[in-house]
């Protein structure tokens, strides 16, 4: 679906190299520039952040300088509170090969977890945006991870869609030609279609899940948290 693609990613490369790369080939070859690094403090119970960020973001985001007092980056504030982490980066992202592709890129996480050599348990998974569905994902194929935390998630990404494209926009209904469906109505179901399947995929989480939102988010809906909850097992 090259048009949904088109209104679900915008890739772009990195405007530095990453100062600590980690690698993940996946099953069709493809590899992804991620980045991973170690918290100085000591535990035997340590926890990894696994990171997957919005669509409009890089990994390297969370190495740049945010402009908050007493915290320089997020990259600073998440090893200050003992974890180590991995930043994730999509196909085409970054310094990543291929192209985004929403049905490989579900699949990807398989691989990224097998890269961390970690153990489930050892593992917190967060996605900010986007990568709630990833996050979501990775879950759902990990049923011992730790923990989740999602900053503004998304629990049906075609009503988010669906919620910039007004219906008097002229261009309606060719892309939702394009898309192979007739409306809006159909357009719906593309969740399903795609692979995400996130309120059954949520419906057989285990982990211990925190959700959260901006105050004043208006591009996901902020009930989001209120369905999630009451489907959780």
Known sequence: LPEV????????????P??????????DKTKLVCARYTSPWKSENKKTMIHFH?????AISYEQKIGLEGIETLL??????????????????????????????LGDVEDIMNATGLNESDVIVFGRSLGSIFACELCYRYPNIAGIAIDSGILNWAGVFLMKITKENEQDHDFFNKCGVKDREEFKNIDDEVGFQLPKKWSSCKSNVVWFHAKDDVVTKVDGPEEVFRILP
């Open 5 to 16: 693609v088109q209104k679900m990613f915008f890739p772009r490369k990195n405007p530095e």
């Open 18 to 27: 990453l100062s600590n790369t980690f690698v993940v080939t996946c099953k």
């Open 54 to 58: 919005g669509n409009g973001e890089l």
């Open 76 to 105: 600073d504030f998440i090893q200050e509170v003992g974890l180590d982490c991995i930043f994730v980066e999509y196909r085409g992202y970054g310094e990543s090969g291929g192209s985004p592709n929403a049905v490989k890129m």
